[in-house]
């Protein structure tokens, strides 16, 4: 896969209006200001690719991304407390749309702020996804903000925060280092590379 060749594509701010899925998706979920944007700028080189920004809340669409031959899913951030019901509402409709629609939906890369313990809304996201049985993958993020002994705390401290942690596939990832990069792009190649059996399917 080129990882410099990435576009943006749409976005979309209700689920009855999210298009039909017709490649290999990732998609990125986690609590506002998580550093999704963040991440997809570094696994494409670019900054400005998806736009980051300081304010909690601020992506309300879902936004798709292509690069060859896979899409790019970036759901809105939740979680952020200031938020109006109504607008919390819409969110949930817009990921539960597009989670649940019948898409080729090869993971989903669940972020985790790596300095704190998982948020009541990180563990709802983890037990909803292990229910669906839907493949994830858990990246934890702010990894450069914390020092060496800090660090080795929170990864002692997870196996007993997030249930079956120890069986999922973690990546540590720094947005200051790049530390993470290089398995995340070798883990989605993997996943959406098919096989011409899978195409004929």
């Known amino acids: 896969m080129n990882w410099n060749i990435a576009e943006f594509l749409s ?27 963040t991440l997809i700028n570094k696994l494409f080189n670019r900054k400005g690719l998806a736009r980051v920004s300081a304010v909690p809340g601020k992506t309300a669409t879902i936004n798709f991304y292509r690069c060859d031959t896979v899409t790019f899913v970036d759901l809105p951030g939740y979680g952020y407390a200031k938020t109006a019901k109504s607008e919390l509402h819409r969110w949930r409709d817009l990921i539960n749309g ?44 702010k990894a450069d903000k914390l020092n060496r002994t800090q660090r080795e705390k929170r990864l002692a401290a997870l196996p007993g925060e997030i249930p079956q942690f120890d069986e999922m596939n973690v990546t540590v ?21 098919d096989t011409p059996e899978q195409d004929e399917v």
């Open 11 to 37: 976005a979309y701010g209700l689920s009855s209006q999210l298009p039909k899925g017709e490649q290999p998706e990732i998609a990125f979920a986690g609590r506002s200001n998580v550093g999704k944007s």
């Open 98 to 141: 597009y989670l649940q629609a019948e898409r080729d939906l090869r993971a989903v890369l669940l972020l985790i702020d790596m300095r704190h313990p998982p948020t009541k809304d990180d563990l709802q996201m983890v037990d909803f996804l292990i229910d669906t049985e839907m493949p994830f993958a858990i990246v934890l993020t």
């Open 173 to 193: 990832f720094s947005a200051m280092t790049g530390e993470g990069v290089p398995e995340l792009r070798a883990l989605i190649e993997e996943i959406t590379v």
